[in-house]
C-alpha cells in the first residue's frame, strides 16, 4: 500500500514536498517511483529512485526536483523547487518490488497510490 501527501496550491516558483508512504514487506532490491498526469495526458515519469540509491529524473525536472529516501526506508520524498504551471497534475508514487534499474515507466511499478493533486498557478 502506498499513501501520497503533501500536494496543494501554490505560485509559480514555489515549492511542494511531497511524501511517499509504503507499508509491507520491503524487498532488497526495489524502486520507488513518483508518475504525473494532466487532464488529458498520459502519465508520465517524474522521478525514480533505486534501493542501492541511484536516481533517474525526466529532462523536464531535473535541477529543480529531488526524490529521496527517508529515515525510515518505508518512506519516500519528492522536493519540487522552481514550480512552474506546467507541472500542475496529480502525483502518484508507485513501487517495483523487485527491480534491477530505476525506470520512468509506468508499466514496470507494481502498485500505485491515490495520488495528490499539485497546481501551481502563474
Known amino acids: 500500500q502506498l499513501v501520497e501527501s503533501g500536494g496543494g496550491s501554490v505560485q509559480a516558483g514555489g515549492s511542494l514536498r511531497l511524501k511517499c508512504e509504503t507499508s509491507?514487506?520491503?524487498?532488497?532490491?526495489?524502486?520507488i517511483g513518483w508518475f504525473r498526469q494532466a487532464p488529458g495526458k498520459e502519465r508520465e515519469g517524474v522521478a525514480a529512485i533505486r534501493s542501492d540509491g541511484t536516481t533517474r529524473y525526466t529532462d523536464s525536472v531535473k535541477g529543480r526536483f529531488t526524490i529521496s529516501q527517508g529515515n525510515a526506508e518505508t518512506t519516500f520524498f519528492l522536493q519540487m523547487n522552481s514550480l512552474k504551471s506546467e507541472d500542475t497534475a496529480m502525483y502518484y508514487c508507485a513501487s517495483d518490488p523487485v527491480c534491477t534499474i530505476a525506470t520512468l515507466t509506468p508499466p514496470n511499478y507494481n502498485f500505485w497510490g491515490q495520488g495528490t493533486q499539485v497546481t501551481v498557478s502563474s
Open positions: 509491507g514487506y520491503i524487498y532488497s532490491s526495489y524502486c
